[in-house]
């Protein structure tokens, strides 16, 4: 071998930098793939959870809806049970600004309407006689701090929170002041409920229970209470009626369901009138609602939460209900509810079902009168203007 060749070997430390800068190479490359698997792997993770999560939120909601079906069984059952004991269902009481009373039985003579009626039958005695045999200032404390307790059974967990509204109620409450007379005081606060009880195929019945509603414990007007022709639900103002008078059946008349309050209005409900009443209080729209069809296309089909009170307004307007006035009337007395698909009802006979918000407009309306014998109804009376 010549001189020449030998010399172009490379010398030893020549051969171990060749070897760094190799060992260079490869560790950057071990380094970049490392990466891009971490980067596969996020992915994976990213497309698990988006295939997971709806799982679990569908999971979660059928939980919160087996809840809500478990409280309007309960007060069902609650209703039934006062009727057993009273013969006949719960009053819805008086006008909305009296208050439950705990020595006024849960007959015409109750001012409160039917959520504190039944109190005694859910395993609440304890609230519904808050302030029984006091009198005076001590009354007054007692009944206001009554009107602020939330009832876990009242209130559906797909919707918000069952503490008191976040505002202080601006009209003055009315009870008994435990010696025969009239007891005012302010509500700092008023719990809020989700559930209402069914007026029937009837509409503007605020207005009349206004109208009709004592002044006071010693004098009546004339046409109070209302006869239960008055109405063709199971509970009205200062009145109800008899489960043997249910005659289309107590699996086929509503008893109660989800009263309708949009997402907006959640936490500035006393912007709205049909959101912001204690629910111990009288006949009102936060505890009563109807299934009104005056045979346009427009009916009060429950409606879903997540509708907003100008979506359906303009549904309204669309089928000639036009007058402020009017479209107020309509959306303070539907039922309705937060859940996707339908709003949860209980039938008389406890049974409790979803109801789809496009439930065709007259086999609703039959399930909230009582005793039309199914028959699709002649609409004789005038439309809203």
């Not at 010399?7 to 490359?29: A, D, H, I, N, T």
């Not at 849960?106 to 006689?129: D, R």
């Not at 605020?206 to 002044?215: M, T």
């Not at 109405?231 to 008349?253: E, P």
Request: glycine share 12%; hydrophobic share 35%; net charge negative.
């Amino acid at each position: 071998m010549s001189l020449g060749a030998l010399s172009k070997r490379p010398s030893g430390s020549q051969s171990v930098r060749g070897l760094r800068r190799w060992r260079r190479v490869v560790e950057r490359s071990e380094a970049a793939f490392t990466l891009v698997e971490l980067l596969v792997v996020i992915a994976i993770i990213g497309i698990l959870i988006a295939l997971l999560l709806p799982a679990v939120q569908s999971a979660r909601e059928a939980a919160r809806r087996m809840s809500c079906t478990n409280n309007l069984k309960n007060l069902t059952l609650g209703m039934v049970n006062l009727e057993s004991t009273y013969g006949r269902l719960p009053s819805s009481g008086w006008a909305g600004n009296w208050t439950g009373d705990p020595e006024r039985g849960a007959g015409e003579e109750q001012p409160g309407g039917w959520v504190y009626s039944v109190l005694p039958f859910i395993e609440e005695s304890a609230l519904h006689q808050m302030g029984a045999s006091e009198v005076g200032s001590n009354r007054k404390v007692l009944l206001a701090e009554r009107d602020a307790t939330p009832v876990a059974a009242m209130n559906c967990p797909s919707r918000r929170d069952g503490g008191p509204y976040p505002y202080e109620i601006a009209r003055p409450a009315q009870s008994g002041d435990g010696q025969g007379g009239i007891l005012t005081y302010p509500q700092l606060s008023g719990a809020r409920g989700d559930y209402a009880t069914n007026v029937g195929d009837t509409t503007g019945s605020d207005n009349l229970c206004q109208g009709l509603s004592p002044a006071n414990y010693t004098t009546k007007k004339a046409g109070f209470p209302p006869g239960s022709d008055e109405f063709t639900g199971i509970s009205f103002c200062g009145t109800a009626v008899k489960l043997r008078q249910i005659t289309d059946g107590l699996s086929k008349t509503i008893a109660l369901g989800e009263a309708w309050v949009p997402e907006e209005r959640y936490a500035l409900s006393q912007s709205w009138i049909a959101d912001d009443w204690a629910m111990f209080c009288g006949f009102q729209d936060d505890i009563v609602r109807g299934t009104y069809y005056d045979g346009r296309n427009y009916t009060h089909r429950p409606r879903g939460d997540f509708e907003s009170l100008e979506s359906v307004a303009n549904a309204l307007r669309a089928v000639g209900v036009t007058s402020n006035a009017a479209i107020d009337g309509v959306t303070r007395e539907l039922f309705g509810g937060p859940h996707p698909g339908g709003c949860m009802f209980a039938m008389c006979d406890g049974s409790v079902s979803l109801i789809s918000y496009d439930i065709d407009a007259e086999p609703y309306r039959q399930l909230g009168a009582r005793a039309d014998n199914g028959e699709a109804k002649a609409f004789t009376r005038p439309g809203r203007p």
